[in-house]
């Protein structure tokens, strides 16, 4: 247990959202790999990954009660690491629905929280998307659906980055600014 000499002062926790195909994960691992502080950088596939039994695609109407705990597991991990000193990079399909958690956690411990949206136009999106293998998500409907859920982000419409004609090193200095402004934290 280290005492209050050795302790790092809370890291910031920082979703990192969109809709499949947006590029969350190569802006992800650009930008963690710019900070200087000590950083966790985790994809929310991960969290869902762990069920073993009984899992249902996160995007269908009947797997709520299985979101709901994911995202209170994911936000009670991401708070563990802030709260030990890393900054925390969260990438997933997080909409405005899974602030609550994050909040919460966030205010209990006392940590800044920032949300940002990376939003290609859909033609893009669905460029970037369906091609990919693996088990990444590839069907249109499902894509096409999780990208209108981030159209209309109301008061948070300035956290969305339109990254359709930026590189990844373009999306990742908008990222950085972005966060060194303020302009993704959200006012506790």
Same mark, same amino acid.
């Given at each position: 247990?280290?005492?209050?000499?050795?302790?790092?002062? =809370?890291?910031?926790?920082?979703?990192?959202? /969109? =809709? =499949?195909?947006?590029?969350? @994960?190569?802006? @992800?691992?650009?930008?963690?790999?710019?900070?200087?502080? =000590?950083?966790?950088?985790? $994809?929310?596939?991960?969290? +869902?990954?762990?069920?073993?039994?009984?899992?249902?695609?996160? +995007?269908?109407? *009947?797997?709520?009660?299985?979101?709901?705990?994911?995202?209170?597991?994911?936000?009670?991990?991401? !708070?563990? +690491?802030?709260?030990?000193? +890393?900054?925390?990079?969260?990438?997933?399909?997080? /909409?405005?629905?899974?602030?609550?958690?994050?909040?919460?956690? !966030?205010? *209990?411990?006392?940590?800044?929280? $920032?949300? &940002?949206?990376?939003?290609?136009? &859909?033609?893009?999106?669905?460029?970037?998307?369906?091609?990919? /293998?693996?088990?990444?998500?590839?069907?249109?409907?499902?894509?096409?659906?999780? $990208? /209108?859920?981030?159209?209309?982000?109301?008061?948070? *419409?300035?956290?969305?980055?339109?990254?359709?004609?930026?590189?990844?090193?373009?999306?990742?200095?908008?990222?950085?600014?972005?966060?060194?402004?303020?302009?993704?934290?959200?006012?506790?």
């Amino acid at each position: 247990m280290p005492n209050a000499a050795t302790a790092m002062p =809370p890291g910031d926790l920082i979703l990192l959202s /969109g =809709p =499949p195909g947006s590029g969350k @994960s190569t802006v @992800s691992e650009a930008f963690v790999a710019t900070f200087e502080r =000590p950083t966790v950088l985790s $994809h929310t596939d991960t969290f +869902y990954s762990w069920i073993r039994k009984g899992y249902i695609p996160p +995007y269908l109407p *009947e797997s709520d009660r299985q979101n709901r705990v994911v995202m209170s597991v994911m936000a009670e991990a991401a !708070c563990a +690491y802030a709260v030990g000193g +890393y900054d925390t990079v969260l990438e997933g399909v997080f /909409g405005l629905w899974a602030l609550d958690w994050f909040e919460s956690a !966030c205010r *209990e411990r006392g940590l800044v929280l $920032h949300y &940002l949206v990376l939003r290609p136009r &859909l033609e893009v999106l669905l460029a970037r998307a369906t091609p990919r /293998g693996g088990d990444e998500l590839t069907q249109v409907e499902p894509v096409t659906d999780m $990208h /209108g859920m981030f159209q209309d982000l109301g008061e948070l *419409e300035g956290h969305a980055i339109d990254s359709s004609d930026q590189s990844v090193e373009q999306t990742v200095a908008e990222v950085a600014a972005g966060l060194k402004s303020g302009r993704f934290m959200l006012k506790p």
